[in-house]
């Protein structure tokens, strides 16, 4: 409505403006008189005009000419304002029209506001009715979170009471423990009463035993003979009789000092065994002796036994700390799992010995013989086998970290997925030694012989072979092979497992490679 009386208002106004410019055009500037005579005014006015337009007729004709260029003039400038302004009417319309338009489009574009407003007014409304059910929801959880915090309290009251009667509860079970422990006291004493009974009479039969050997070994004795030099026999009752002994002379539990044993172990058959060794018996009547008998779990801690004949002797599991077994001869003998720790057997002969599992820990091996041996398992840390011979012995998962092998000989001895760490084998002679998979870290072969030796698989991580003979050995697939292990070596003529460093070893050592090696 506003935009079209906007419309009519400017076209009346240009008619109006068109009108008035030809009244002026005709009538002169004052056309108001002669149009006012004619509408108003009366017949007097009408011929006074008449009579004006007379004497206008009488001018001359230039005047009449300039007064004619003078209204053509006028009339072309008006006919110019006019057509100006039905351009300006024109271009008027089409912007009014293309405003038109505009508020349509704004028109349509509010309408679809409109809608989406009222479309949001419902979603408002659904979601205030939402936020309603959310609230009623939050107040039924807050009620039933009030009743689960008084059911809570409740439990804990109910846990509270639980408690003192658990206390009440623990209290009565230290009191039953109190009384079990004493009980077990007495009991204990009771089980040593009966233990002591019990071992005193081992002891009654283990001195009739050892009086009956000194009886026989007296009634052998020559007199005036040296007798330091002879070896005794014993009767087979008496074998029989001292083997029955042993079986008897079960293991127990014992204080050693302030200290109740680790392990079940029989101070009798350990007495029974010394007493027998310092017999100066001849080898026969001991092999029997060994042969009956069972001298398993003896304990002989410190025990001197130097130089005694235990061949064949079962000492499994026999608690042997720090003793003395100096050129004793163990050759067969049965040590598994025995505990040697500390213990001195120089020069011992333990020739196919079984060894397995037992512990040599810081013992000291030197010059032993160990030919044979069978020592799978065993813990030989820290220690001293300097010069012993452990030819063709067998041995796999041993422990010899930081044992000193120097000057031994380990001719095609087995020693496979054992630790070596740090160990010493200076001088040894490893010719032909089984070596596979066993941890050499650190290990010193200074001067050894290693020819044929097969250390396939090894851990050779900063080892020493520093004038080591390798020529033919097996490297192959060995870890830790680097030059500066191997440039000081005497000889490594067709030694394998080189070939990731022999160019490098061929020009620091080149000597090394022939079949002769390099001299000093």
């Known amino acids: 409505m506003f935009e079209t ?58 005047e009449g000419v300039v007064k004619a260029y003078w209204r053509f003039t006028i009339l072309g400038l008006i006919g110019l304002v006019i057509g100006i ?37 419902e979603k408002l409304d659904l979601q205030n009715h939402l936020l309603s059910s959310q609230n009623s929801l939050f107040t039924d959880h807050n009620q039933k979170k009030g009743l689960q915090s008084e059911l809570l309290q409740n439990q804990n009251y109910l846990i509270g009471l639980e408690k003192l009667q658990i206390d009440s509860q623990i209290a009565l079970l230290a009191m039953q423990n109190s009384k079990i422990d004493t ?19 081992s002891v009654i039969l283990l001195n009739s035993i050892i009086s009956q050997v000194n ?5 052998q004795k020559p007199k005036g003979a040296f007798v330091d030099t ?25 204080f050693i000092g302030d200290t ?66 100096k050129n004793t001869n163990l050759m067969r003998a049965n040590l598994i799992r025995a505990d040697l720790l500390g213990a001195d ?22 010059e032993a013989d160990l030919r044979g041996a069978f020592f799978d398992k065993a813990n030989f840390s820290f220690a001293n086998l300097k010069k012993s011979n452990l030819k063709r012995a067998l041995s796999g998962g041993a422990n010899f970290r930081k044992a000193n092998l120097s000057s031994a000989c380990l001719y095609k001895t087995s020693i496979s997925s054992s630790d070596l ?44 072979f520093a004038k080591a003979d390798l020529s033919n050995a097996n490297l192959e697939k060995s870890r830790g092979l680097i030059v500066h292990n191997f440039r000081k070596a005497k000889c490594l003529y067709h030694c394998t497992g080189l070939e990731s460093i022999e160019d490098g070893l061929r020009k620091a050592n080149p000597c090394a490679f022939f079949v002769e090696g390099c001299q000093d």
């Not at 009980?183 to 009479?201: D, F, P």
């Open 5 to 62: 009386i906007i419309y009519y208002s400017g076209i009346t106004f240009w008619l109006a403006i068109i009108v008035l410019t030809i009244l002026c055009l005709f009538f002169g500037k004052a056309w108001m008189l002669p149009l006012g005579s004619f509408f108003f005014g009366e017949a007097n006015s009408i011929q006074s005009a008449k009579k004006l337009k007379d004497e206008m007729k009488k001018d001359n004709h230039t």
């Open 85 to 121: 302004a039905v351009c300006l009417l024109f271009q008027q319309s089409q912007l009014i029209q293309a405003q038109n338009k505009l508020f349509q489009y704004q028109n349509e574009k509010i309408t679809q506001q409109t809608d989406i407003l009222k479309s949001q007014d």
């Open 183 to 201: 009980l077990n006291y007495y009991l204990n004493i009771q089980h040593n009463l009966l233990g002591t009974s019990h071992r005193e009479a």
């Open 215 to 219: 009886e026989e070994i007296e009634m």
């Open 230 to 254: 002879l070896r005794y026999k014993l009767s087979d009752p008496l074998i029989g009789r001292i083997g029955l002994l042993s079986q008897g002379l079960m293991p127990y539990h014992f």
């Open 260 to 325: 109740l044993s680790k392990k079940k172990m029989s101070i009798e058959r350990g007495m029974l065994l010394l007493a027998l060794a310092k017999s100066n018996l001849d080898s026969l009547t001991y092999l029997k002796i060994y042969n009956y008998s069972n001298f398993k779990n003896a304990y002989l801690d410190k025990a001197d036994l130097k130089g005694a004949y235990l061949r064949g002797v079962n000492l499994r599991e026999a608690s042997l700390r720090g003793a003395n077994l």
């Open 345 to 366: 057997l120089t020069r011992a002969d333990l020739r196919k010995a079984n060894l397995g599992g037992a512990n040599f820990r810081g013992a000291f091996l030197i």
């Open 421 to 464: 760490y740090r160990a010493g084998f200076t001088e040894a002679d490893l010719r032909g030694a089984y070596l596979r998979g066993s941890d050499f870290t650190g290990a010193n072969f200074k001067r050894a012989d290693l020819r044929r030796a097969n250390l396939s698989e090894a851990n050779l991580s900063w080892a020493n």
